[in-house]
């Protein structure tokens, strides 16, 4: 998903140099099948990636591990796909294979957690609880749901995304944006029915 990146919330990066290549100097590499590419993305997007596995997992172990598993993805996927924009394209990896290994994890246990709190949330703007992830999936509810955030203040669609990519709770995303709780809670309230209201129009649900 696109919203992630257009946000412009920002998260810690990894450190990189000047020597370090560009994007289109990284997927070159990968066509040429340089190991080179998975230090270079490990580099300069292990921060970013790690920011988001943590965010699901909440264990830095079980976090590193799926980094690790997000590279190998990349190996895999590269080529033949090549993203137009990488980052994006890690992230994505990163939190499929944190959701997949969250599920995992959490198979038969109840409570604790964001993620189902999350999919639950997001249900009042998608048919079927069930079918959120498939449906975010969907390119058209994808372009949707970028279109929409682009039509919101940057501070609710920060909050938006906090939430709804990185599974932070309420008090993650007032501690890390200023804001109250109470108004965090007011703010994702406001912007699911305006969500649902656009996508209702849109012929989407």
Not at 10 to 32: A, N, Q
Not at 121 to 138: G, P, R
Not at 165 to 190: F, H, M, N, Q
Request: charged fraction near 30%; glycine fraction near 6%; charge should be positive.
């Amino acid at each position: 998903m696109e919203i992630c990146i257009k946000s412009g919330v920002t998260f810690m990066r990894s450190e990189t140099t000047p020597e370090d290549p560009d994007d289109g100097e990284i997927i070159t590499m990968f066509f040429e099948r340089s190991e080179k590419a998975l230090s270079a993305v490990s580099r300069k997007y292990g921060g970013y990636c790690g920011a988001v596995a943590r965010s699901i997992l909440k264990d830095p172990q079980d976090a590193e591990e799926c980094l690790n598993d997000t590279w190998l993805k990349a190996w895999e996927s590269i080529p033949p796909a090549r993203p137009r924009n990488l980052g994006g394209f890690l992230a994505k990896i990163a939190k499929n294979i944190s959701l997949n290994r969250y599920e995992h994890l959490h198979t038969g246990k109840r409570g604790g957690g964001e993620v189902p709190l999350v999919l639950d949330e997001l249900s009042e703007c998608v048919a079927d609880k069930n079918d959120v992830e498939k449906a975010f999936e969907q390119k058209v509810l994808t372009n949707a749901v970028n279109d929409f955030l682009r039509t919101l203040p940057r501070d609710k669609r920060d909050v938006f995304v906090l939430r709804y990519w990185y599974c932070l709770s309420v008090a993650e995303i007032a501690d890390k944006t200023g804001l109250s709780r109470g108004s965090v809670s007011v703010s994702l309230t406001r912007t699911r029915r305006k969500l649902a209201a656009h996508l209702k129009k849109a012929g989407l649900i």
